[in-house]
């Protein structure tokens, strides 16, 4: 079967740092991605990953262990405006991009 | 120009109404997808059209029909829905097995 794990909640206090991480197993692996979503808005790329390691980006990281099924996406700096969710989704095989459930991210001033 | 346009943006039919959603993206992007999502809820995959081919139906019921006129433009067709299909319906756009350009989305309630 298919499926991708991460915390359901998380919260966070402003200007800290935030891990929120994704466990998955599915049908092939062809690249993981994380997005960002606010309440009523459409899901914002944030990060793909598709080798082992870490990828960096401004104040976002996203790591991948394939051997482990295993990424996080590494917020730093927090800002009220990262309260949201955050999608970890994984393309298997035919262009299907499997969601996980996502984590809402609270920050606190 | 990395932007998906969705329109409407809201919309709201009766059980006997059809309606269409329509989705248009101009970066040349092979790859077209349906979403829907519930509030609080993850994007559920319900199509992917490939080169203009529909390449995967996710069990959808039969009520939704989508159709890929060209390849820029995405239609899903809407017929004697349900209240439960009342959603955010998503469409996205890809090149190749990258990342995926979402639109703003239709938030539709069916009555």
């Known amino acids: 079967g298919q499926n991708i794990d991460q915390p359901t909640e998380m919260t966070a206090t402003e200007g800290a740092i935030v891990q929120i991480n994704c466990t998955y197993q599915?049908?092939?692996?062809?690249?993981l991605f994380w997005y960002q979503q606010h309440a009523g808005e459409a899901p914002t790329f944030l990060s793909y990953n598709v080798l082992d390691g870490l990828e960096e980006k401004g104040r976002f990281s996203s790591f991948l262990s394939r051997s482990k099924g295993y990424s996080y996406l590494l917020l730093k700096e927090l800002q009220m405006k990262d309260s949201a969710s955050y999608l970890c989704a994984v393309r298997g095989r035919d262009d299907k991009i499997i969601f996980g459930k996502g984590t809402r991210l609270h920050i606190l001033p | 120009d990395t932007e998906v346009t969705q329109t409407p943006k809201h919309l709201v039919m009766g059980m006997t109404n059809k309606k269409s959603l329509k989705c248009e993206q101009h970066?040349?992007?092979?790859?077209m997808y349906w979403y829907k999502q519930k509030a609080k809820k993850p994007p559920e995959l319900m199509f992917v059209y490939s080169y203009e081919k529909l390449s995967i139906n996710e069990s959808v019921p039969s009520r939704f029909s989508p159709e890929c006129p060209n390849s820029s433009l995405l239609n899903l067709h809407l017929h004697a829905l349900q209240p439960e299909d009342s959603a955010l319906y998503l469409c996205?756009?890809?090149?190749?097995?990258?990342?995926?350009?979402f639109g703003a989305g239709t938030r539709l309630s069916v009555l």
């Open positions: 970066m040349g992007h092979r790859a």
């Open positions: 599915t049908s092939g692996f062809n690249g």
């Open positions: 996205a756009s890809s090149q190749g097995p990258n990342i995926q350009y």
